[in-house]
């Protein structure tokens, strides 16, 4: 093969493993690397901010399993990547980020927008690698898509330099990429955990996002249908069960009495699945650490002195659970409470015929589930409406309802609309902000006008970081450093070239969003929120919310 520029083979290499968009903004020291994107099959996504362009990376990988690629510039570029690229490591979504540098020469010493980026991004990737020298391209690449996309998936990262990427090399891609086969447990350890399940008195499943990334949410139900075993899920394992079948017991993690209201306190059996504890910690559902565990898992968990399982089943989740149906299928009692999903649903329900103006956020989720199909996405960004999504929307299908909460950082939702639409054009997606979290990233709506992603943005809107307002609150009885002012977001949007409106009344909501949801284009929607009722409706529910 003849020689071309190293940054062409870099990118035949992107292309070899499947790479359809890099998300990011060029800089000098990456004009060879672009000038070989223009040439190529992948469609480069200019962005308006790293950030916005890692989440969209993220996302993508999120939702195809596939790394999704975002690139940056040496120095500032690479370090606006930093909280996107967090995000997909504790959110285990598969993401290779680029990053150029200058060349070799000045890595030694102060020289000009020069930051050791390799060390910046160690500690939040799985694997990084500078290229030092051209010939290692097909290996490189190679590795760190395989590191990426391996379980439990998360980010890697390559550094550029810019001489290395303008030399001239003579190689190809390694050849595609295997299959990976998810290993299975022996038999006996099928059997000491079918055992373990069929003594239980009062057996529970608490299903994580692992069951979505590796699309065990159809294995799940069966195995709920086949023993009776009810299964209850974090906020990131939304969907592994349909919410309108009977062994769902609701998204718990709010607060700590939603696992008693869920039944786990009378459980003497957990099995967990896909349970990822960057969400929660065992601690609030094991206090007392009496609880016998099943751990089912792809990959050797995590250590918590809350969480000392009995057997650890790790390999393929489809296949564990349609071995453990089989062994246990009608040969064991039922856990678990339906208390949880009688006062949230039964609120939920009831939303329809509140006529609160600023509207309550109940009757703003339940318009929403209305007009949303069961395929179609919600995402929601970070702070009090999160907490309110989390708790009462519900989920029909995986990956349906998307909320980040591993790094759990604002200014997720619209770029991850964008990503979300590019995977999905024929699904509708809506997104859920607060007024504070909607201004870290508002730029990328100029990237979703571009493409022509028509997306939905809700804006719940009360001139505060609510979720902070309401922990201050609590625990000081006031409030301090949280209030701000907006800017006209329907003004702000128009700016943009895109069609928004603010509600005025209680009808303006759903007539807006059928209006929003009929276009093909990107649109905005304002709507003025009374955050007085209390997500935890304390009552009812009562006790301390445990996640922000
Ligand atoms: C990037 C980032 N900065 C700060 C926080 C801490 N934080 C969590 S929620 C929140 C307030 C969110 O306010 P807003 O976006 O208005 O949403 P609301 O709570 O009002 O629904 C803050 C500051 C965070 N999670 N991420």
Redesign the pocket.
């Known amino acids: 093969m003849a020689a071309r520029k190293a940054a062409a083979v870099f990118v035949e290499c992107l292309e070899a493993e499947g790479v359809r968009h890099v998300f990011g903004i060029p800089g000098e020291e990456t004009v060879d690397l672009n000038e070989a994107l223009a040439d190529s099959s992948i469609e480069f996504v200019p962005v308006r901010h790293e950030q916005g362009g890692a989440y969209m990376a993220d996302v993508y990988g999120r939702l195809t399993g596939h790394a999704g690629v975002c690139l940056g510039t040496l120095g500032p570029g690479a370090m606006n990547l930093t909280?996107a690229v967090a995000d997909a490591l504790l959110d285990h979504a598969p993401l290779v980020a680029i990053t150029g540098q200058g060349g070799l020469e000045r890595m030694h010493k102060e020289s000009h927008q020069y930051i050791d980026v390799l060390q910046v991004l160690q500690p939040i990737t799985k694997w990084n690698a500078r290229i030092s020298e051209p010939g290692i391209i097909p290996e490189a690449v190679r590795k760190a898509f395989k590191v990426a996309q391996a379980q439990k998936p998360g980010p890697t990262h390559l550094e550029l330099p810019e001489d290395v990427m303008e030399t001239d090399l003579d190689a190809a891609p390694l050849g595609a990429p295997g299959r990976i086969r998810r290993p299975e447990p022996s038999a006996v350890e099928i059997l000491d955990a079918a055992e373990i399940i069929t003594e239980a008195e009062h057996p529970v499943v608490l299903a994580g996002h692992g069951v979505l990334r590796v699309g065990a949410a159809q294995a799940l139900r069966e195995f709920s249908r086949a023993t009776g075993i009810q299964v209850a899920e974090t906020f990131m394992g939304k969907g592994a069960m349909d919410y309108a079948e009977d062994g769902w017991l609701g998204t718990v993690g709010v607060q700590e009495h939603d696992y008693a209201l869920a039944g786990f306190e009378d459980a003497d059996v957990v099995i967990t699945v896909g349970y990822d504890f960057v969400e929660q910690s065992p601690a609030k559902w094991n206090p007392r650490n009496d609880k016998r565990i099943v751990c089912i898992d792809t990959v050797s968990v995590e250590v918590d002195a809350h969480f000392t399982t009995e057997v650890d089943l790790i390999g393929d989740l489809s296949y564990i659970l349609g071995r453990l149906a089989e062994e246990c299928g009608g040969r064991c009692e039922h856990g678990g409470s339906s208390r949880l999903n009688e006062i949230v649903l039964g609120r939920f329900e009831a939303a329809h015929d509140e006529d609160h103006f600023p509207m309550q956020p109940p009757r703003a989720l339940w318009e929403l589930r209305q007009l949303l199909g069961r395929d179609d996405i919600l995402i929601s960004?970070?702070?009090?409406?999160?907490l309110w999504i989390a708790r009462m929307y519900p989920a029909h299908e995986p990956n349906t309802v998307l909320i980040a909460n591993g790094?759990?950082?604002?200014?997720f939702a619209l770029p991850a609309a964008i990503a979300a639409k590019l995977v999905h054009p024929d699904r509708r997606v809506v997104t859920v902000?607060?007024?504070?979290?909607?201004l870290?990233n508002m730029q990328e709506l100029e990237t979703a006008v571009r493409l022509k992603t028509p997306i939905v943005n809700v804006i719940?809107e009360?001139q505060?970081?609510?979720?902070?307002?309401?922990k201050q609150d609590k625990k000081f009885g006031r409030h301090f450093g949280?209030d701000f002012a907006n800017p006209d977001f329907v003004k702000l949007a128009e700016s943009f070239g895109m069609p928004a409106w603010r509600c005025e009344s209680i009808d303006d909501y759903p007539e807006r969003l059928r209006q929003a949801l009929d276009l093909d284009v990107p649109s905005l929607i304002v709507l003025p929120?009374d955050?007085s009722l209390d997500v935890t409706f304390s009552e009812e529910l009562g006790a301390e919310t445990v996640v922000?």
Do not use: E, P, R
């Not at 790094?407 to 200014?411: E, Q, Y």
């Not at 902000?433 to 909607?438: A, I, P, R």
């Not at 505060?464 to 309401?470: E, N, R």
């Open positions: 909280t960004d970070v702070g009090l409406h999160k790094l759990a950082g604002m200014g902000n607060g007024d504070g979290g909607f870290m719940w009360n505060q970081y609510g979720s902070i307002v309401w949280t929120i955050y922000a």
